[in-house]
Nanobody, 115 residues
Framework: QVQLVESGGGLVQPGGSLRLSCAVS????????MGWYRQGPGKERELVAA???????NYADSVKGRSTISRDNAKRMVYLQMNSLKPEDTAVYYC?????????WGQGTQVTVSS
C-alpha cells in the first residue's frame, strides 16, 4: 500500500517562510513525477510545483520565484520551500506522485498565512 505523508504546514506571518515535506512509502517505481498541489477556501485544487525523476521542474506563475521544489530519490521525499508567503497562499497543500500507471495523494497539510 502506497502512502504519502506531508508535514511542515502551519501558521506563518505574511513574508515568512515554510518548508513542506512529503514522505512516500510503499511500492512505486521510477520514473514518476512528484508534486505539490493546493486547494484554498472555495477554490479548486491547483498545481503549485512539480519535479520529474530527472529533476526538471515547473511552477505555477503565482509561486514562481518564491518557491523551490526538490526531491531526494533515495529517501523518496519531496520538499517545497516557500518564501515571501502571502495571505493568498493559504490553502491545504497536497503531495502527489504520479506516472502512467499510478496517481497517489497525501492527506494534505494546512498552511495559513496571516498576521
Amino acid at each position: 500500500q502506497v502512502q504519502l505523508v506531508e508535514s511542515g504546514g502551519g501558521l506563518v506571518q505574511p513574508g515568512g517562510s515554510l518548508r513542506l515535506s512529503c514522505a512516500v512509502s510503499g511500492n512505486i517505481f521510477n520514473p514518476y513525477v512528484m508534486g505539490w498541489y493546493r486547494q484554498g477556501p472555495g477554490k479548486e485544487r491547483e498545481l503549485v510545483a512539480a519535479i520529474s525523476s530527472g529533476g526538471s521542474t515547473n511552477y505555477a506563475d503565482s509561486v514562481k520565484g518564491r518557491s523551490t521544489i526538490s526531491r531526494d530519490n533515495a529517501k523518496r521525499m519531496v520538499y517545497l520551500q516557500m518564501n515571501s508567503l502571502k495571505p493568498e497562499d493559504t490553502a491545504v497543500y497536497y503531495c502527489n506522485v504520479r506516472s502512467s500507471w499510478f496517481n497517489y495523494w497525501g492527506q494534505g497539510t494546512q498552511v495559513t498565512v496571516s498576521s
